[in-house]
């Protein structure tokens, strides 16, 4: 859906080196998320914001942190990439009747 | 803590055929559940969700899902698949943390393939 964005969408990467992923949405939500995915797993949360000044941990954050730079725009970064940081990264927003609309992903390789 | 469960990895059905993709879950409270679907290479799309009122819900592409608090099932259905209809389907969930007050995030389950066959 172009209303979500990310970029890259897909990057391969070196362990022990930072990496940038990024979101934007032209939706106008305030509410944003990060979710990784892993075959068998299903998506699982790694932070969320209900607007620029409120940030916080989901169920996986540890190794990654976030930056809420305006209303539209989400970043996640991997300080430090370990192989098993290997995933599908998917950027969500969510509208007020609990919907969320989840950007292309981004395919993210640590060797 | 809030768990959802899909219980089959694989659902193959022919086309023309009725399809159910099953879910159940665990809430401490009343849940609002939720169906995404994700074709490939492409994000998971909203597909439909129960809230409130009545149990069969109807969503996107002739879908439709009928929650049954009794089995603490919402299972996934359509009358008649398509070939189009092939994607990975993801059951979710949220509820009401009886500590705070609060809505918990949502929760996935793993996800369920549907492969619907000409």
């Known amino acids: 859906d172009a209303d979500v964005t990310q970029t890259p969408r897909n990057r391969i990467t070196k362990t022990g080196k930072r990496i940038m992923l990024e979101c934007s949405q032209t939706k106008g939500h305030d509410r944003m998320y990060w979710y990784r995915q892993d075959p068998g797993l299903g998506l699982r949360l790694i932070y969320y914001?209900?607007?620029?000044?409120?940030?916080n941990k989901g169920e996986i954050s540890d190794g990654y942190s976030v930056s809420r730079q305006a209303q539209a725009k989400f970043s996640l970064s991997l300080e430090s990439a370990i192989p098993n940081q290997t995933a599908l990264y998917f950027c969500?927003?969510?509208?007020?009747?609990?919907?969320?609309?989840f950007g292309p992903g981004t395919r993210l390789t640590v060797l | 803590a809030q768990s959802v469960a899909q219980p089959e990895d694989q659902v193959n059905v022919a086309e023309g055929n009725p399809l159910t993709v099953k879910c159940t879950y665990s809430?401490?409270?009343?849940?609002?559940l939720f169906w995404y679907v994700q074709y490939p290479n492409r994000g998971l799309q909203f597909l439909l969700k129960?809230?409130?009122?009545?149990?069969l819900v109807k969503g996107s592409y002739g879908f439709e899902a009928e929650f049954n608090k009794s089995q603490t099932s919402f299972h996934l259905k359509k009358p008649s698949a398509l070939v189009s209809d092939s994607a990975l389907y993801f059951c979710a969930v949220r509820d009401r943390d009886p500590l705070s007050g609060g809505y918990n995030q949502l929760i996935f389950g793993a996800g369920t393939r549907l492969a619907v066959h000409p």
């Open positions: 129960y809230i409130t009122g009545d149990n």
């Open positions: 914001s209900f607007d620029v000044k409120d940030i």
């Open positions: 969500a927003t969510r509208n007020g009747y609990n919907e969320q609309f």
């Open positions: 809430v401490s409270g009343n849940p609002y």
